[in-house]
């Protein structure tokens, strides 16, 4: 099974409300579900599906591609975020296997300049979750 790329989405082609209104995001499952938590962009009545992806997950197979993963790493390096589609879904791509609280406000905050907003602007309402890896 070949590993799912990610296609670059322009942040320019995103609602214009991520960058003017106050934006929540909603994580669907917790944190420690793993690599991809689902989640979704919420401004009053306005929703956008909007996931985290982890991208150094490799086991049991690559979560995506090389090209992806150094897409991913560069824009980090650069204080920046990778967005893009992955299964039909907008996501923001990230360095590492797993998240975390920081990392999660990290992303949004790079999110929130990628559109034109300020982190001030961005809230995040977080689950905790089971931790799938035999972790208590």
């Known amino acids: 099974m070949d590993p799912t790329p990610i296609i670059d989405v322009d942040p320019f082609d995103l609602p214009e409300w991520l960058g003017v209104g106050e934006v929540v995001w909603h994580a669907d499952e917790g944190l420690r579900s793993g690599h991809l938590v689902p989640g979704r962009l919420v401004v009053e009545d306005s ?5 985290l992806l982890a991208v150094d997950e490799a086991y049991p197979v690559p979560v995506t591609d090389d090209a992806s993963r150094l ?20 996501v923001l791509a990230v360095p590492g296997t ?8 990290d992303a949004l905050a790079r999110l929130a300049r990628a559109v034109g907003g300020s982190p001030d ?11 799938r890896r035999g972790r208590r």
């Open 47 to 51: 929703v956008l599906a909007c996931d």
């Open 71 to 90: 897409r991913a790493h560069q824009a980090w390096k650069h204080d920046q975020v990778l967005l893009g589609s992955y299964a039909d879904r907008l």
């Open 98 to 105: 797993r998240f975390d609280a920081d990392r999660v406000l």
């Open 121 to 131: 602007r961005m809230a995040a309402l977080l689950r905790i979750g089971a931790d």
